[in-house]
C-alpha cells in the first residue's frame, strides 16, 4: 500500500535527514521525493510504500507525530487513495 | 505519480479551507421491530440499531485517521418512527424517542433522525400521536431529530398538518425553554421529504430503502470561497465552471469515503449528498461565496441570482463525480449555522423575506432562524404553509426550521452552541393568519401539464 507523507514548516537543517531515517528504520521504502523552499516555508511531499513497514501505519503516524513535535514542523501521512481521488479521473 | 502541487492544494483545503466530509449516516430499517407491546418494540429498536452501528464511530475514526480527512459527523437515521410505533397499542410515543437516545448514545453518534411521520396527504392514528409527542420527546431526549413531511408535489400541503405543527414547533420552544429553545433546532418540517439524505436535522430512512446503508454528505464553502478568490471579477461563466470544478474534486473525495465505509462496514452504500453545508467558523461560510461573487451583504438585490449559480454549478459539478447522488444536493443557508448569514442577519440586511425567495433556488429552505418567543403559532404555520407551497409548486424539496426562543425579542441573539452557532433574533410579519390557518384542510396538488 501506498502513502503520501508530507512535511510543512520552517526550513532548517536536517529534516529530510530526520524523516528518512525514521522511515528506513521501520522499512518503508520511498518512492518518490520532491522537496521545495515556498516562500521559506519547507514543503516535501513523498510516496512511499508501507506494505513492508515493520509497524503499522498508526505506529508510524505516531512516530512521525513525535518526531513533528520535536523539530517543530507538521508531519502527516496519508493513504494515497484521497489525492488520486481528487486530482486523478 | 502525483504531482507536488496538487497534493499540497488537498493539505491546504483541509488546513485551511475547512475541508471536511460533514457525515457519514447510516441508514437503517426498523420495520421488523414493529411490535404489539411498545416496551419490547422498544427494546428491538435498541438491539438493532446497536446491532448494526455498533462499529460506525469507530470505522468513521479510522478512515479519518488514515486518510486525513476530518469526518465531523457520525449518525444514524432511521425508518420514520410513526410507521414503527404505529403497530403498539400505546398512545404515548415518548418511549420509542427514549428507546432511540438511548442507541445513540451506546453507538457514540452525534445524533439519529428519524423521529418522523409522513403525512403529506393525511394522518394515520399513529402520525397523530406521534406529532403530539414531539415537544416532550425533544425536551426527555439529546440527541433525536424529528421531522415531518406536510407536502408534496403529488399530494398537495396538508393544511392540518400546518397547523398542528407551527403548534408543535411553539411548544418545542417552550419545553425547551431554559436552553434558548434549542428543541426546536431538531424538528424539520418538510415538503417533498427526500428518503435518503444524511443531514440533519431532518434526516430519516424511507420506507422505500434498503434494509440498511451509508450514506455520505461532503461539505467545502470555505474551499470554494477560496477557488473563487482566484477569478475575482472575471464573468459569471467562470465563477460558475470554476465552482464545478471545486464540487468535482470535493465530491470525488466523498465518493472514497463513502465507498470505504460501506465495504468496512458491510453496508451497502446509498448516496453521496453534494451539499455546501456551512459551519460558523470563519471561512466556512456560504453567506461569504455570495458576497465573494459580488453582492456587498448577502442578503441585498442579486443575492437571489447569485445563490442560483452557486447550487447549480455544485450539482453540475458534483454530479459526475459519484456513482450515486441524492440527498438534498445544493447550497443550505442554515443563518444560525453561517457566520457570513450571522452577520448579515444582524445587520439587517437579510430578512425573513429575502431568505424565502433565496429557499426558491437553493437546497431545503428556512432554516435555523430565530424568531421573536412571542410569535404566534399561526404565523409560524403560516411560514410553514408558504415554504411549503414553494416546494409543493416548484418540485423540489423545501423544509422549515424555526427557532422561536422563549423570551426573546428582535434584537436579542440566541446562543444554541457548536455547530448549531448562535442566531440574532428577526422579526416575522406582525399581521395575522390565522383566519387561512383555521381553515384547515388541504392544498390540492398543483397542475403538472399544460404547460404551454
Request: hydrophobic residues 45%; glycine residues 10%; aromatic residues 4%.
Amino acid at each position: 500500500m501506498n502513502a503520501i507523507v508530507t512535511v510543512l514548516g520552517q526550513d532548517k537543517v536536517g529534516i529530510i535527514a530526520a524523516v528518512c531515517a525514521l522511515l528506513a528504520k521501520n522499512n518503508v521504502n520511498i518512492l518518490d521525493i520532491s522537496q521545495t523552499i515556498l516562500q521559506g516555508a519547507f514543503t516535501m511531499v513523498m510516496a512511499v510504500d508501507v506494505g513492508k513497514a515493520a509497524v503499522s501505519v498508526d505506529g508510524l503516524r505516531e512516530q512521525l507525530d513525535v518526531l513533528g513535535n520535536e523539530m517543530d514542523i507538521s508531519i502527516r501521512i496519508q493513504r494515497e487513495e484521497i489525492f488520486d481521488a481528487m486530482h486523478r479521473i | 505519480m502525483l504531482n507536488h502541487k496538487d497534493i499540497l492544494s488537498t493539505i491546504e483545503m483541509i488546513d485551511q479551507q475547512h475541508l471536511d466530509i460533514r457525515t457519514i449516516t447510516m441508514g437503517i430499517s426498523l420495520l421488523s421491530c414493529c411490535d404489539e407491546f411498545h416496551q419490547k418494540a422498544c427494546m428491538k429498536i435498541y438491539e438493532k440499531i446497536t446491532r448494526y452501528a455498533e462499529k460506525l464511530v469507530k470505522t468513521g475514526e479510522d478512515i479519518e485517521r488514515e486518510f486525513g480527512i476530518p469526518i465531523v459527523n457520525k449518525r444514524i437515521s432511521v425508518t420514520p418512527m410513526a410507521l414503527v410505533a404505529g403497530a403498539s397499542r400505546t398512545k404515548d410515543y415518548v418511549p420509542f424517542a427514549l428507546a432511540l437516545d438511548a442507541a445513540a448514545k451506546a453507538c457514540g453518534v452525534d445524533f439519529i433522525g428519524g423521529y418522523s411521520a409522513l403525512v403529506q396527504k393525511g394522518f394515520t392514528e399513529a402520525d397523530e400521536n406521534l406529532i403530539r409527542s414531539i415537544p416532550e420527546a425533544l425536551a426527555r431526549t439529546e440527541l433525536v431529530c424529528s421531522s415531518v413531511n406536510v407536502g408534496s408535489t403529488r399530494a398537495g400541503i396538508n393544511m392540518d398538518a400546518v397547523a398542528m405543527l407551527g403548534q408543535a414547533v411553539k411548544d418545542t420552544a417552550a419545553a425547551t425553554a431554559d436552553r434558548d429553545g434549542l428543541g426546536c433546532a431538531k424538528l424539520v418540517i418538510f415538503c417533498n421529504a427526500v428518503e435518503d439524505n444524511p443531514f440533519m436535522a431532518g434526516a430519516f430512512h424511507g420506507p422505500g430503502e434498503a434494509e440498511r446503508v451509508i450514506n455520505v454528505g461532503v461539505s467545502g464553502p470555505g474551499v470554494v470561497h477560496h477557488a473563487l478568490q482566484a477569478v475575482k471579477g472575471q464573468s459569471l461563466d467562470v465563477a460558475a465552471e470554476t465552482i464545478k470544478k471545486t464540487a468535482f474534486r470535493v465530491t470525488r473525495m466523498g465518493q472514497l469515503v463513502a465507498q470505504e465505509a460501506s465495504r468496512r462496514l458491510d453496508t451497502p452504500f446509498g448516496i453521496v449528498d453534494l451539499s455546501l453545508a456551512p459551519t460558523p467558523a470563519v471561512g466556512d461560510s456560504v453567506a461569504r461565496i455570495l458576497e465573494e461573487l459580488g453582492v456587498e451583504v448577502c442578503g441585498t438585490h442579486g443575492t437571489t441570482a447569485a445563490l442560483a449559480l452557486l447550487n447549480d454549478a455544485v450539482k453540475k459539478g458534483g454530479v459526475m463525480a459519484s456513482s450515486s447522488v441524492g440527498g438534498l444536493s445544493g447550497a443550505f443557508i442554515p443563518v444560525s449555522e453561517d457566520e457570513g448569514m450571522i452577520a448579515a442577519a444582524r445587520g439587517g440586511t437579510l430578512c425573513l423575506d429575502k431568505l424565502e425567495a433565496m429557499t426558491c433556488v437553493c437546497s431545503v429552505g428556512l432554516d435555523m432562524i430565530a424568531v421573536p418567543g412571542d410569535t404566534p403559532a399561526e404565523t409560524i404555520a403560516a411560514i410553514i404553509a408558504d415554504e411549503a407551497a414553494i416546494g409543493m409548486v416548484n418540485n423540489k424539496t423545501t423544509a422549515v426550521r424555526l427557532l422561536p426562543a422563549p423570551g426573546k425579542t428582535v434584537g436579542d441573539t440566541i446562543e444554541l452552541g457548536g455547530l448549531l452557532g448562535s442566531a440574532p433574533v428577526m422579526p416575522v410579519h406582525p399581521e395575522s393568519a390565522a383566519a387561512f390557518i383555521a381553515r384547515g384542510g388541504r392544498i390540492p396538488a398543483p397542475l403538472h401539464s399544460l404547460r404551454n
